[in-house]
């Protein structure tokens, strides 16, 4: 367990949701768990480069929380700059130059190396840009060198932006190092996160109109008790306000970005509240998916589901039991009640 997370005394789970894993699941969960990562010793079982190569290249997969350092530090570095080649030739296709060089550099990444390649990655545009591997980016700096120097390097940026005005598509970007860095800042000393705050929030009174401050983010996490108007799912990931997520979750548009729902976090918040919406869900998340990625992303769904005790879930697995890609998984989970 990381020496900053500080021992948290466990709540008593509803009677309507399956018991929690000991003291630690409630304590890590206070602190952003899943939106967290671990770095794991070198101990020479993992070869790095190809492993951190295959991240990049081997298509999409859940998120992974325990990585060796190695791997983190090279992902982090070829992360901040330009992943892969785009083109229309598959011959041609494949990790650029610079980020072969980033993936072979074996050097730790140093606190005083954060700030760079924090700015690196917020302003200029680099291929291969999605949530998934922003914040695993920015929780690998934080799993390497400590929440503090990664969360001061992300305001460093949204003070003092580049000069300029910024593309239009680093702004799903910059919505996703946000969202990351209201984990990040879980994780701070209170004197820090408090620092941290007051900066916050004069860069949301006043910062930058042509960089693209996610003023809607930061307010979602800076006032967890108060979601802005058009929060959505990402929005209330940070709270621990019931009703407030389950207005984020009934404002999820599964055309927008289907995994949203799937996050651990709104099942452990929301709990059994949220079974209804969940199951509601389902048509339209499935209708969004990508067909290359759409058993892995059904099937999350399930598992994220399946664990209550609700008589509306094993209602629901049952009519699952024909469907043609999950159809199996709901017997699996059927036959453990």
């Known amino acids: 367990m990381p020496p900053w997370l500080r021992p948290v005394p466990a709540v008593k789970p509803r009677t ?68 892969l080649t785009l083109s229309s030739d598959p011959r041609r296709r494949g990790l650029t130059p610079e980020a072969k060089q980033a993936i072979a550099d074996p050097r730790p990444i140093e606190p005083e190396a954060v700030p760079g390649l924090v700015r690196r990655l917020m302003t200029e545009p680099g291929t291969l840009r999605n949530r998934e591997l922003t914040e695993d980016f920015v929780y690998a700096l934080e799993a390497l060198c400590g929440p503090e120097p990664v969360a001061g390097a992300i305001v460093d ?25 209201g984990f990040v800042r879980l994780r701070l000393t209170p004197a820090k996160q408090k620092a941290l705050d007051a900066r916050l929030r004069a860069v949301v009174a006043s910062g930058s109109k042509r960089y693209p401050i996610p003023r809607l983010r930061l307010t979602a996490f800076l006032d967890t008790a108060h979601p ?48 209804p919406l969940y199951l509601e869900k389902l048509p339209a998340y499935e209708r969004c998916l990508h067909p290359n990625v759409a058993p892995v992303q059904l099937r999350a769904f399930v598992d994220a589901i399946a664990p209550f005790r609700d008589p509306r879930v094993t209602a629901w697995l049952q009519a699952l039991e024909a469907h043609a890609i999950v159809g199996t998984d709901a017997k699996a989970w059927l036959a453990t009640r």
Not at 24 to 43: E, M
Not at 57 to 80: D, E, F, I, S
Not at 235 to 255: E, N, Y
Request: charged letters at 20%.
């Open 16 to 83: 309507s949701e399956p018991p929690l894993v000991g003291d630690a699941l409630p304590a890590l969960f206070r602190v952003g768990f899943p939106h967290i990562r671990f770095a794991a010793d070198d101990d020479g079982t993992i070869d790095p480069a190809p492993a951190t190569a295959e991240i990049f290249t081997g298509g999409w997969m859940l998120p992974q929380l325990l990585r060796p350092r190695g791997v983190w530090a090279r992902l982090a570095r070829a992360y901040a700059g330009n992943v």
């Open 157 to 181: 940026v949204l003070e003092s932006p580049p000069p300029g005005t910024a593309l239009p598509q680093m702004k799903p970007l910059v919505d996703d190092v946000a969202l990351a860095l």
């Open 228 to 275: 802005p108007r058009g929060a959505v799912v990402p929005d209330v990931l940070h709270t621990t306000d019931v009703p407030a997520i389950l207005a984020g979750m009934k404002a999820f548009r599964p055309d927008a970005y289907p995994l949203d729902l799937l996050d651990p976090r709104l099942v452990f918040l929301a709990g059994a509240d949220a079974i």
